[in-house]
């Protein structure tokens, strides 16, 4: 696999990541079958995929211990990536956001041992506390990054002006942010600044939450639990307005001899040497899949197909407060 550097001092890493969530949580058949999952990243590291990326609220919790299971005695192969910030450790344990510089060590420590390792390669803020300064959240941070807890620091659906008040505090290494042909937002304001910084940018939920792959056609697919069952664009008549996007992901895929997933993710590296999916998966057979997209090169008349579709119909979030603030 081709390999990117993860802003202008990050780490070295293919440019095709691994999410980790849906094997523990949010998703249909989550913890289901941890084997299986454990296989995943095992094969995940054969091919070159190198950045994992998990949360502690995933589970909550048990992402990360399955992530720690899977790495041992390889934990040198991987660049492990989690967040926090949506647990309140400070109180009860309960969800909600705390970005207080108590509640970052309290929660690294959980993570660390989760993990069983010493050191987090990046470590995100999950989501904007509006009650903590993001300068204190990052004085925290950098002060882990001087004892060695930490190698690298990231941000997740922050606004621009925020992005650039951290960075003022210590360089910012990753932007994560839901950006696919699904999601296009980051381009208007949070890829020019990244860039413009110097800052990596992972797309989180690459194949718009399955969606791209062409798989799902009703929510009937999905488990009662599945939280996209609640998700807009997946609701009522959305769902349907939104499969005429996948159906012209998959005029190029036949095109090209490829799946739509594929194609959805191509388009995303085509972006910019500066930009390393992490589409998920508890699946061996689409992980390879997910990694082939590396290979696919599309020409300039595909992209500029793939660059005029019609935005989807309904947000991303039920809830969209918490977002690029």
Known sequence: MKTVTLGTHGPRIGRIGLGLMGMSAFYTGNSTDDAASVRTI???????????????????????ELLGRALAGRRDQAVIATKFGTIRHRGDGSRGLDGSPE????????????????????????????????????????ELIREGKLRHYGLSEA??????????????????????????DPEAEILPVVRELGIGFVPYSPLGRGFLTGTIRSVEQLDESDFRRQNPRFEGDNLGANIRIVEEVDAVANEIGAKPGQVALAWLLAKGSDIAPIPGTKRVSYLEENVAADA?????????ALDALSAPVGDRYADMTPLNR
Do not use: C, F, K
């Open 42 to 64: 095992h094969r995940a590291l054969e091919l070159g995929v190198t950045l994992l990326d998990t949360a502690e609220i995933y589970g909550p919790y048990t992402n990360e």
């Open 103 to 142: 509640n970052v060590r309290l929660s690294i420590e959980g993570s660390l041992q989760r993990l069983g390792t010493d050191y987090i390669d990046i470590y995100y803020q999950h989501r904007m506390d509006p009650d903590t300064p993001v300068e204190d959240t990052v004085g925290a941070l950098a």
């Open 159 to 184: 606004a621009p002006a925020t992005i650039r008040r951290a960075h003022a505090v210590h360089p910012v290494t990753a932007l994560q942010t839901e950006y696919s042909l699904w999601s296009r």
């Open 296 to 304: 696919i090169e599309l020409n300039a008349a595909q992209i500029a």
